[in-house]
């Protein structure tokens, strides 16, 4: 075990693993809130990030962002991207609750079912992202789109618009920019949700459907645009995710959400399924033990560790650190 | 009201054998006592009727009885044996079987599967007995078919053997309980609400089944809310209101508690059936 | 809609008088099937045979993803436990033999093989302890996490063979005893070509007809032993287990060494799986042993009908031998078969040959749906 590699750069294994938390957070928020109302987990939540990093890196190609973008014309093509991301995420949660969810919520389905519903609407998902050129090409569009849809199964690479400097140092790491973005952004929206969740009518909705679906139909929530907002919401915070990924690995793939989906789903259980602090929680552990793991034990280690961490925490504490919430204890 | 007619009173020349003795028995939920310091017992041969009104915590009782939930104070002993604690299996092994108030059959296996599972409590079978078909497998397949098959007769549910548990009618779903929980020779038979939605007719046969469970030579713990069926069924009655004991006797006295009556609150046993 | 009922009332009319027929008569029926399972890769039929491909190396790939059915159905289908993990099992067994045999031994393959299962079956008891008495849904996570653990420690591990894999894994040992002649179609006509012939029985590279005929022994077997321990207490106590696993443990089953048991007995037969397919391939590396492998198997289940060994079998076949048989369209294998999960979970969620008693359950349903649409026309009429 290598304590020495360890200690030299804790600082930057921390900040970077706060980042990476950062980002598994907003993911983990989806599938715990999923999980919190319906009790499903949407094993399908993976893609509807893999298209938010697409729908980023396709909007700054749009609108010709590249090195020789500056100044306000930065701030623009982000924000930009940031909202097709969301936007996109969202559209495609919004599809998945649709078509692969609601026909089996209607009549009950068991577990299993659902699980296999949600397996095949992500394979469905992730290959004809894989599959965009060929499916461009059905509708003839693949000459004017080549460069969206070009390199299918290959990674796409984000123009580097920004550069990351250093802003501050912490422990002789050089904080950038886009680590502090990431935190910074992943912080505010998730102060947002919680206060959406919190606040709102349909933030009610949601809690009063995930603790007791019947009452709450009785009281005048309806269920279906409960669920639905449910999705909508873990979209939009996957697409931020999307985004804020593309800023700081700056390429993706189509299959790039399988991985960071099981991990973001390891985050929420470790934070407490259900439970949106958890999520935060959870996804910050998890992605700075990631990078203290892969310094201790070597880099091809690293994805073993969320594994470990996931087997251990459901044997010991299925809980989760700060306990299931949205929904009601159930035996 | 015809005068109804109790159970044949129990002037024993010995003390007859407690099959069951709730010690003091308290049980809490984080801030809410379930029950306190309930403590009463059960002789053997008799059919003991626990009631109250709902929430009284009668359900709960039958669950620390049965294993489901541990006691936070006090003691259960079955047989002399303290059953605290012990893993569910085990005290239905040790001779202590139930019904459930929502009926909870094993819906996708038949009738007769049901109460085979029933019988296995007490088998011996494991992977290698049936892989091979020893004679132990053997053996005990027969024994267990001819039990089932005669419970059902005597439930009057025979020609349902093969039908699903859950394609059957909600009386026949009652009585497939019963058998099924006899099947796992229990000495103490603990029924839970096992007339609820009968019609009169019905009822009274349960009630004649009951006291034939009991001439076989069963002992019952009943819960139930129809008041005539307790009253004509059951030998003594412990009542419970708000997780305690609040009377506790032969049917004919606890008619008369005023206590028992207030607990009830104006609600007089002509409405009650 | 008639139509179909009537095909049904056919196919139940058909049913019941082969089952009906006396118990000689099915015996002697079952052993013609079974000849002509054993004859089918010598047949070449031609519309089955799998063009490109060997299909006696296909139909084996069938028989060991019946194998892992029947190994998950004991899990999934009669016990109710949700594992996305089985691939571990399937790796464990196939490791084990890859190591013995190769790497680091010279076992010959029959002593190979019960180490396979014994060590897989051992390794079902040590997953099975901790995790079992964990909820439904995070049984699924837990055993997916396992399952990838395995993986990433096969590829992270030199002694394992890393990345790279393990190649030069025994085959099974060859008795030369006489050839056998395979069918030429020509047009639609069969004849027999003898200079097409199969050796019995010769385990060699380039014919694996062998290599079926083993699997599909296999299978029968372990097809009976499935039949014996189903009928038993053992399978009543999964069954209750599943249906309502605290009803169940008051009813005096100890539901947790029944749920130990399954996994274990799972375990057993995937590790089984493993190591002949391990020796069929006679080189394996952690690519085969990927996440995917475990939603195949568990779709094959699924797909077939969990709960009824003839329906996962069916869809084991199903899961090998399509993407095999429709290899140009090879590019679109996973989107179509994700298209197919999901129809399938809306509109046959008990898949294609469910448990006689889940059709029965249905068919009630059915029937109560249609008297109490039935009453309500009637009075619509009266109105």
């Known amino acids: ?331 | 009201m015809p005068d109804v007619p109790t159970a044949q009173s129990v002037s024993p020349a010995r003390p007859r054998k407690r099959v069951l003795e709730v010690d003091s028995l308290t049980l809490k939920f984080g801030g809410l006592t379930a029950l306190d310091d309930v403590s009463f017992h059960i002789e053997e041969g008799e059919i003991l009727g626990l009631i109250g009104p709902n929430g009284a915590g009668k359900t709960t009782c039958f669950n620390a009885v049965t294993g489901v939930y541990r006691p936070t104070s006090g003691d259960i002993r079955f047989d002399g044996q303290s059953v605290a604690g012990v893993k569910r299996f085990k005290i239905t092994q040790r001779g202590i079987a139930r019904t459930f108030q929502n009926i909870r059959l094993f819906k996708a296996m038949t009738a007769l599967e049901n109460v085979l599972v029933g019988t296995d409590a007490k088998h011996s079978t494991g992977i290698a007995s049936a892989l091979f078909r020893l004679p132990r497998h053997r053996r005990e397949e027969e024994q267990g078919h001819d039990r089932a098959m005669e419970l059902l007769r005597f439930m009057g549910i025979a020609n349902k053997a093969d039908e699903l548990a859950a394609n059957l009618s909600y009386g026949d779903q009652r009585r497939l309980e019963i058998a099924r929980a006899m099947a796992t020779d229990p000495k103490l038979l603990c029924l839970d609400e096992p007339a609820a939605g009968f019609n009169p007719a019905e009822k009274a046969k349960l009630m004649e089944l009951i006291r034939k469970v009991r001439d076989q030579g069963y002992t019952v713990l009943l819960i139930e809310h129809d008041m005539r069926l307790v009253m004509g069924v059951t030998d003594r009655i412990v009542v419970l209101e708000f997780g305690q004991k609040i009377a506790e006797g032969a049917p004919a006295e606890i008619r008369d508690n005023p206590a028992v009556i207030a607990a009830y609150l104006g609600v007089d046993e002509d409405d009650a059936s | 809609m008639t139509n179909g009922h009537a095909l049904k009332q056919q196919a139940a009319g058909l049913r019941a008088r082969i089952v009906g027929l006396p118990k000689g008569a099915k015996i002697v029926l079952w052993v013609l099937i079974a000849l002509l399972a054993y004859a089918l890769p010598l047949l070449e039929p031609p519309l089955l045979s799998t063009p490109g491909t060997d299909f006696g190396g296909v139909l084996f790939t069938v028989t060991v993803y019946m194998l892992v059915a029947l190994g998950l159905n004991i899990v999934v289908g009669y016990a109710g436990l949700l594992d996305l993990g089985y691939v571990g099992f399937y790796a464990i067994g196939a490791y084990t033999a890859a190591v013995l045999t190769s790497f680091h031994g010279n076992w010959p393959l029959l002593l190979a093989l019960p180490m396979a299962v014994l060590a897989t079956t051992i390794s079902g008891v040590l997953l099975g302890w901790p995790t079992l008495r964990v909820r439904g849904d995070y049984l699924a996570i837990v055993t997916l996490g396992f399952g990838e653990i395995i993986r990433l420690v096969a590829v992270n591990t030199e002694w394992l063979g890393a990345a790279k894999g393990i190649s030069q894994i025994a085959r099974p040992p060859s008795v030369e005893l006489f050839e056998v002649p395979h069918l030429h179609w020509d047009g639609w006509v069969p004849l027999l070509d003898f200079n097409d012939t199969t050796t019995f029985i010769k385990f060699g590279v380039l014919d694996q007809i062998p290599y079926y005929w083993m699997g599909l022994t296999v299978v029968i077997v372990v097809l009976f032993a499935d039949r014996l321990v189903k009928d038993s207490r053992v399978g009543r106590a999964w069954e209750a287990t599943r249906e309502d696993e605290d009803a169940a443990e008051l009813m005096g089953v100890p539901t947790f060494r029944f749920k130990l048991l399954a996994f274990a007995s799972g375990a057993f037969i995937g590790g089984l799986a493993g190591a002949l397919y391990a020796s069929r391939q006679n080189f394996i590396n952690p690519l085969s042993f990927l996440l995917l492998f475990s939603i195949l198997f568990l779709a094959a289940v699924v797909v077939g009908g969990q709960g009824n060994r003839w329906g996962v079998m069916v869809g084991a076949f199903l899961v090998a031998y399509l993407p095999e048989r429709f290899r140009e369209f090879a590019e679109f294998r996973v989107l179509v078969f994700g298209l197919a999960l999901m129809l399938l979970a809306i509109f046959r969620p008990e898949g294609l040959l469910p448990p006689r008693r889940t059709l029965r359950a249905k068919q009630m349903e059915q029937e109560i749906e249609a008297l109490e649409e039935g009453v309500d026309d009637e009075e619509g009429a009266r109105a």
């Open chain 1, 1 to 331: 075990m290598n304590f020495d590699f360890l200690f030299n750069n804790f600082a930057q294994l921390t900040v970077t693993g706060l980042a990476f938390g950062a980002i598994y957070a907003l993911i983990a928020l989806g599938y715990t809130m999923v999980y919190g109302v319906l009790q499903l987990i949407n094993f399908a939540h993976s893609e509807v990030f893999m298209y938010g990093t697409f729908a980023a890196l396709w909007t700054v190609m749009a609108l010709g962002g590249d090195e020789n973008t500056s100044g306000l014309n930065v701030v623009l093509i982000l924000g930009a991207s940031l909202a097709g991301a969301m936007a996109m995420s969202a559209a495609i949660a919004l599809l998945l609750e649709r078509v692969a969810y609601r026909p089996l919520i209607k009549r009950n389905a068991p577990r299993l079912i659902a699980l296999i519903s949600a397996i095949g609407a992500s394979f469905v998902l992730a290959e004809l992202m894989g599959l965009r050129d060929r499916v461009a090409g059905w509708f003839g569009l693949d000459d004017n789109l080549s460069q969206y849809v070009g390199g299918a199964r290959i990674n796409r690479s984000m123009p580097g618009i920004i550069e990351p400097h250093g802003l501050f140092s912490i422990g002789g790491y050089r904080v950038t920019t886009i680590d502090v973005v990431v935190i910074g952004a992943a912080i505010v929206m998730m102060i947002a949700l919680d206060q959406v969740v919190r606040r709102s009518r349909f933030g009610r909705g949601i809690r009063a459907t995930a603790q007791d679906p019947e009452t709450a139909a009785l009281m005048g929530v309806n269920s279906t645009r409960a669920v639905q907002i449910t999705f909508l919401l873990g979209g939009l915070m996957a697409g931020a995710a999307a985004f804020l990924y593309m800023l700081k690995i700056e390429t993706t793939k189509f299959d790039v959400g399988f991985l960071l989906g099981v991990k973001a789903f390891t985050a929420a259980v470790l934070g407490g399924i259900g439970n949106l602090r958890g999520a935060l929680v959870g996804g910050l552990v998890l992605g700075v033990a990631e990078n203290w793991g892969s310094a201790l034990f070597g880099s091809q280690w690293r994805d073993v560790v969320a594994f470990v961490l996931l087997v251990v925490i459901l044997l010991f504490r299925p809980t989760g650190i700060l306990g299931e919430s949205l929904g009601k204890a159930r035996t």
